[in-house]
């Protein structure tokens, strides 16, 4: 834990206290989105401190030309970036004449932000006292709209304390925004059209290189009291920025409000041509509705969504607090609405990582996604790997794969590879794996197999390919290997065979040829057309068999454990316990040099493989892996507690599985990786969720049926979570003593308890 100041709450993050060392940090924290769009919790009104602007839009990128040092033969050619798009949050606010600053005011006293995740709004309140000796109290409140995705509203409140004053709101919308993490200081945006008319403002812009066409708008109205005002504005319109300027005559004790209804149209939805007119009509429903209407339906939207992804826990508010933020940053990130959109590991909360999809979906968000939503949510995230399926062929054949291969992109926007490091875009080819097994993991939860001769027997098939060509035979083994690879720890590069790619390599081509054997019995008119398309022959599944079972895993007799790589023995092993703290995070106090001869893990990585292929391993080799390999991991990756607090839960450790469990939840709240100012780690949420559901409620899939082994930290006095599985609404509430089992919805179930059968009716409370 590196930072303090949030509030523990069950339902908000709350920050009391104004302090300018924590501005960044806390635009982070209390980010708000909807799924279309998001930004980060940067103040409306005029800062000029330390601050990191963020606002940006789904599926809108910029293709930023690589930047390193030695180019390589197979790099791409850019790191795809999601772009900081125009601000249309903007209000400053002048007090005769006098700009309101947090960073330059005399005083700021009473100050509170909050993030409510039961109704989806961001609020602050403060009281400031200006260079010019006014006192004013201010309050705000804004959220983006679930409902009209394309819409966000404000409503920000001044009141005079001490005189009479001059107040003037200056809502505008600003074009000229770049990226913080532009690799060549490039222009991304260009301006087409400036424009306003009755009462509303346009921007409209288009990406350089992608194209993508954005009109970004806004409207405003101003009150005094609760009676709305008819002013004119002055208006300022600049090459790339326009704002309306809304003066009044405010008492002491007076409030002055301005509602400012905006956001974003794009031609990812609309054509290009009519994006004005689209905002226009957004303008008009927002004006229909207005503030208090739309805040009403986005309560409602978020008491749906919470309906079925809460999870309680009682006795403990920290841990309440930190499932919930989880929860509600994966939904502000990605609804499942649209199947072009995927979940980026920072979501909207910052730059880093480019926006893009990494293997952090299949291996981490599908699960959540298919318990807490339905089937074709978790399905749109398949096919989005299937309609980059042509692309993820180029990529291989760039590296010199041929015959329909296949290398999915470690990091992508359209399904082009777009990651600037050799030892990751060559390397950390395990990414291919977490795919196919999604495809698994999509059937065995759903048991919906259509999918796989529909569209998923293609990927599986490619994959295989990518597989057989790019082991090699050793006749020093007389075994296939896999060489120069990265695994999971990317602590460790070009290594050889390390074991969670080896395994899970092997498992792709059984995968890939069972499902073939299936699809030609069971359903031949697909196996027909797709035999046609990829070619696909008897010869070749020989050569695939071939491979998977010649198969090289290194293993340790002394150890009795599977190693990471070849060489993991030769290092200076020298456990986590025995490294100073001084030196943590290794990767912020380390040269990559050192890092690399460490032994040190940065997240789980055989033990990765243990996660996906659980069933294959008994509980004592678990037992034996998570002791030679916990002791070695730093856990900095936000993807590595969770893994180990479901291990450490299956073990029966619940004080570890807990502690585990806390840095998973509080990750970002806490900050353990000393970095929450450059944005969330999204995608880690999901693993959150995994560490309740999978780790405490030991849920599983077991012949196509619901399994429990409910466990819970001596912390905790209870908690409670839901399922929809098969159309089946599931309620499970544990406590200290028993554990309530209720079908909410969708008929009779069959369930398993403690490896005991259970049938559950609808309605039917059953108690454990």
């Known amino acids: 834990m590196n930072q303090d100041y949030i509030k523990p709450d069950n339902w908000s993050i709350i920050e ?31 800062y000029t401190g330390e601050t990191f602007q963020g606002s940006y839009i789904a599926g809108v990128y910029y293709p930023d030309k690589t930047k390193v040092g030695w180019w390589k033969n197979g790099y791409p050619e850019y790191f795809a970036k999601v772009l900081n798009a125009p601000n249309w949050i903007g209000i400053n606010v002048f007090v005769n004449n006098e700009s309101l600053d947090l960073f330059s005011c005399k005083t700021v006293e009473n100050f509170k932000r909050e993030l409510n995740m039961l109704e989806g709004w961001l609020s602050r309140r403060f009281t400031a006292t200006l260079k010019n000796d006014v006192q ?18 404000i409503e920000y409140k001044i009141t ?40 509303q403002a346009f921007i409209e812009t288009k990406t350089m290189k992608t194209d993508f066409h954005v009109c970004t708008f806004m409207e405003s109205k101003v009150f005094l009291d609760a009676n709305e005002l008819t002013i004119n504005p002055n208006i300022n319109s600049e090459e790339n920025r326009i704002d309306f300027n809304y003066k009044h005559q405010v008492k002491k004790g007076e409030t002055y409000t301005i509602q400012k209804f905006a956001g974003y149209v794009a031609d990812r939805n609309y054509n290009k041509t009519t994006l004005a007119s689209v905002a226009q009509q957004t303008l008009e429903k927002a004006k229909t509705m207005g503030f208090n209407g739309l805040l009403k339906i986005q309560k409602l939207a978020w008491a749906n969504i919470w309906e079925t992804s809460d999870i309680t826990i009682t006795g403990d508010v920290k841990a309440q607090q930190g499932i919930r933020f989880n929860i509600f940053q994966l939904n502000q990130t990605y609804l499942g609405i649209d199947s072009r959109l995927n979940i980026g590991p920072k979501g909207f909360t910052g730059e880093k990582y480019g926006g893009s999809t990494y293997w952090d979906t299949e291996a981490y968000c599908i699960p959540f996604y298919m318990a807490t939503k339905d089937a074709k949510v978790a399905r749109n995230l398949l096919e989005y790997r299937y309609n980059h399926l042509g692309k993820a062929i180029e990529n291989a054949e760039k590296l010199g794969f041929k015959d329909g291969a296949a290398l999915y992109p470690m990091v992508t926007m359209n399904g082009e590879e777009c990651h600037n490091e050799w030892e990751i875009t060559f390397q950390e080819i395990h990414r291919n794996n977490a795919i196919a097994f999604a495809i698994f993991n999509y059937y065995r939860y759903t048991g919906d197999y259509s999918y796989i001769p529909e569209k998923g027997l293609e990927v599986l098939i490619a994959i295989a390919r990518f597989w057989k060509q790019r082991a090699s035979f050793s006749t020093l083994k007389n075994k296939y290997v896999i060489l120069g690879v990265t695994g999971p720890n990317e602590y460790e590069n070009n290594i050889n065979n390390n074991w969670y790619t080896n395994y899970s390599a092997q498992w792709c081509i059984n995968y890939a040829i069972e499902n073939i054997g299936k699809v030609a019995k069971e359903f031949a008119t697909d196996y027909k057309r797709i035999a046609e398309k990829v070619s696909l022959s008897e010869d070749e599944l020989e050569s695939w068999k071939t491979v998977a079972d010649n198969m090289y895993f290194p293993y340790s007799d002394a150890h009795q454990v599977y190693l990471q790589q070849d060489s993991f023995l030769d290092k200076e092993l020298i456990t986590v316990s025995n490294l100073n703290k001084s030196q943590r995070p290794i990767n912020q106090k380390w040269s990559w040099d050192r890092i690399l001869r460490s032994p040190y893990i940065k997240q789980a990585d055989v033990l990765q493989g243990f996660y996906f292929f659980e069933d294959h391993f008994s509980l004592e080799a678990l037992e034996r892996h998570f002791d030679f390999y916990e002791p070695f991991t730093v856990h900095e990756s936000s993807l590595s507690p969770c893994v180990h607090s479901i291990q450490a839960a299956k073990l029966g450790r619940m004080e570890q599985a807990y502690q585990f469990y806390l840095r998973t939840s ?47 930290p001596k912390q905790w006095e209870g908690y409670s979570f839901k399922v929809n599985f ?19 919805s969708g008929g009779e179930l069959e369930i398993l308890v403690n490896n005991k059968t259970i049938v559950l009716k609808t309605q039917e409370l059953k108690t454990v």
């Open 16 to 46: 009391e206290g104004f302090d300018a060392s924590h501005v960044k940090s806390s635009e982070s924290l209390f980010s708000i989105g909807n799924g279309a769009m998001g930004q980060r919790a940067n103040f409306e009104e005029l």
């Open 136 to 153: 004013v109290e201010v309050e705000t409140k804004r959220f983006l709209s679930l409902d009209l995705e394309e819409l966000g509203a």
């Open 160 to 199: 005079p304390l001490n005189t009479a004053a001059e107040i003037q709101f200056q809502p505008y919308l600003d074009a000229s925004i770049t990226n913080e993490d532009s690799n060549w200081d490039d222009k991304f945006w260009d301006i087409l059209k400036v424009n306003h008319s009755n009462n």
């Open 666 to 712: 509080r990750l970002d709240l806490d900050d353990y990786n000393h970095e929450v100012h450059e944005g969330l780690h999204i995608t880690s949420m999901a693993g959150t969720w995994m560490s309740i559901v999978e780790g405490f409620g030991g849920m599983r899939i077991k012949d196509g049926k619901l399994s429990f082994m409910p466990k819970i």
């Open 726 to 744: 098969r159309n089946h609404i599931l309620k499970v509430n544990v406590n200290q003593k028993q554990t309530h089992f209720e079908v909410l």
